[in-house]
């Protein structure tokens, strides 16, 4: 049997990888290949495209890269119409992923939808009801978004949130964590070029200040991806002296250890706060994008927040900054009000809300279960 799969991001690249492992472990003949990253690669898949380093949120921002994008996804086409796969298993990516599973789809391919288009978060009915035509499978991550989907008709599976499971295992590989006392500030820039070239130097310059006000503070800086490393390394050197050591091994191990977290907009605030670390969410878009969603599609209206810990809570539990907000002094206000409190989250409310313990094993089960039909 044949799979392909296609993970257009970071974040998603990782998912698809732990849901991929527990899949093999099910029926290891088995076979997968298609779009995805380093985390994909190291589980065994046949990576023969990466758009990672192509991924951005907003119009303008995705305007650099529109036409490469369109050359690999015609590529992806014909592979998929040459190699006839029993189904395809999208991962989250809706602008590259929902139009391959109309296409999978029109080919009378299976079409399996883990992380779906968040219709439900900010859309409308007819959007859900709309993406769901095309799916076979959707693999909800959210209990809102399994409700959503099945009253669009579209068969779907929840057990839970997949991150409590993947980041325990992480932490227990790594020996369980770093001193919790390092009064270090953890910076996560993301891995979209447009979000560090944009949110970096904010970062520099707050963790500057902090770094003036109190010299026994720690900067560290995640490197999400490697194809970012050398940006973000370049960066540093060009806009700081500050002494800041860079991370590429042991994420959830370092976020543990952290006192705080300064982070772009994504799946890195809930990550920390499932683990329990303060963090902020910080992010800028483009003038025309942001005016885009706040007047035509009215994302403000719809949504209270824009963090996903604040969004199921349905409460400030992290601090955002968007826009003209998510200036240096800002990020360093929330900072040091954090530091001063010495606070680790109460999350307990939060990761109860994402669902069963242990729900890879399951929703690998479902998939196959529903292949063997």
């Known amino acids: 049997m044949k799979i392909f799969v296609s993970a257009g991001e970071t974040s998603g690249d990782i998912h698809a990888a732990a849901l991929v492992s527990e899949i093999k472990l099910i029926d290891p003949s088995i076979h997968f290949f298609g779009v995805g990253s380093e985390a994909l690669k190291k589980v065994g898949v046949n990576v023969v495209e990466d758009i990672s380093p192509k991924g951005?949120?907003?119009?303008?921002?995705?305007?650099?890269?529109?036409?490469?994008?369109?050359?690999?996804?015609?590529?992806?086409?014909?592979?998929?119409?040459?190699?006839?796969?029993?189904?395809v298993l999208l991962v989250d990516s809706q602008g590259f992923n929902l139009p391959l599973a109309k296409y999978a789809?029109?080919?009378?391919?299976?079409?399996?939808?883990?992380?779906?288009?968040?219709?439900?978060?900010?859309?409308?009915?007819?959007?859900?009801?709309?993406?769901?035509?095309?799916?076979?499978?959707?693999?909800?991550?959210?209990?809102?978004?399994?409700?959503?989907?099945?009253?669009?008709?579209?068969?779907?599976?929840?057990?839970?949130?997949?991150?409590?499971?993947?980041?325990?295992?992480e932490i227990a590989q790594d020996g369980g964590g770093v001193s919790e006392n390092s009064r270090t500030i953890l910076v996560c820039p993301g891995s979209r070029t447009h979000e560090v070239k944009t949110l970096f130097p904010i970062f520099l310059e707050a963790c500057k200040i902090l770094h003036d006000k109190n010299k026994n503070l720690k900067f560290k800086v995640l490197i999400a991806s490697s194809w970012i490393e050398s940006l973000l390394r370049h960066m540093a050197e060009e806009l700081s002296d500050l002494k800041i050591e860079f991370i590429r091994e042991g994420k959830y191990k370092e976020m543990k250890g952290s006192s705080f977290i300064i982070a772009t907009s994504g799946t890195i605030n809930l990550e920390a706060s499932i683990i329990g670390t303060p963090n902020i969410m910080v992010y800028k878009l483009s003038p025309l994008t942001y005016w885009i969603g706040k007047n035509i599609l009215k994302i403000d209206k719809k949504l209270q927040f824009f963090s996903m810990p604040n969004?199921?809570?349905?409460?400030?539990?992290?601090?955002?900054?968007?826009?003209?907000?998510?200036?240096?002094?800002?990020?360093?206000?929330?900072?040091?009000?954090?530091?001063?409190?010495?606070?680790?989250?109460?999350?307990?409310?939060?990761?109860?809300?994402?669902?069963?313990?242990?729900?890879?094993?399951?929703?690998?089960?479902?998939?196959?279960?529903?292949?063997?039909?």
């Not at 789809?105 to 095309?134: H, M």
């Not at 409190?341 to 999350?347: F, R, S, T």
């Open 56 to 87: 951005s949120i907003g119009l303008l921002e995705a305007l650099p890269n529109i036409f490469s994008i369109y050359k690999v996804f015609s590529k992806i086409k014909r592979l998929i119409r040459e190699e006839k796969p029993d189904a």
């Open 105 to 169: 789809k029109s080919l009378g391919i299976k079409t399996i939808y883990y992380i779906p288009p968040q219709e439900w978060l900010w859309g409308t009915k007819k959007g859900i009801q709309k993406v769901a035509q095309y799916l076979d499978l959707v693999l909800a991550i959210f209990k809102k978004e399994e409700e959503a989907y099945k009253e669009a008709g579209a068969e779907t599976l929840y057990f839970g949130h997949p991150l409590p499971e993947i980041i325990a295992e």
């Open 311 to 373: 969004i199921l809570l349905k409460r400030k539990f992290i601090p955002e900054l968007i826009q003209k907000e998510a200036t240096p002094e800002n990020i360093v206000r929330e900072v040091e009000v954090s530091l001063q409190k010495g606070e680790i989250l109460d999350n307990m409310e939060l990761v109860m809300l994402l669902g069963d313990s242990k729900p890879l094993e399951k929703l690998a089960r479902g998939v196959v279960d529903f292949l063997r039909r």
